[in-house]
């Protein structure tokens, strides 16, 4: 089994930046990959990001790029999501991911681990 820890949401104006923080326990993947997807009120969850461990690959939704970057810390076993230029349209419940392969990073199907979730509201 895999727990996976979100913290780091909050309330932020408009513009600002906020650090997501996804910590993983239990059981580890040599090929894991680790993702942040997002749902709105009253919308569907939707793919923010992907980082795939062992080659350092990275993907993001065209709606982020540019201005969230996603990382991770080996020795920590921690995912984060930096988020920069922050909009009223990024509120939303930011939840971690993760699976041994995921072969379709992007699809929320691909991930047998999530987290709880964790608020992030911007204000205008």
């Known amino acids: 089994q895999v727990q996976l820890v979100e913290s780091g949401g909050g309330l932020v104006q408009a513009g600002g930046s906020l650090r997501l923080s996804c910590a993983a326990s239990?059981?580890?993947?040599?090929?894991?990959?680790m993702a942040w997807f997002r749902q709105a009120p009253g919308k569907e969850r939707e793919f923010v990001a992907t980082?795939?461990?062992?080659?350092?690959?990275?993907y993001y939704s065209d709606s982020v790029k540019g201005r969230f970057t996603i990382s991770g810390d080996n020795a920590k076993n921690t995912v984060y999501l930096q988020m920069n230029s922050l909009k009223p349209e990024d509120t939303a419940v930011y939840y971690c991911?993760?699976?041994?392969?995921?072969?379709?990073?992007?699809?929320?199907?691909?991930?047998?681990?999530w987290g709880q979730g964790t608020q992030v509201t911007v204000s205008s």
């Open positions: 980082l795939r461990w062992s080659s350092g690959y990275t």
């Open positions: 239990g059981r580890t993947f040599r090929n894991a990959a």
């Open positions: 991911a993760a699976d041994s392969m995921a072969t379709r990073p992007t699809m929320q199907a691909s991930y047998d681990y």
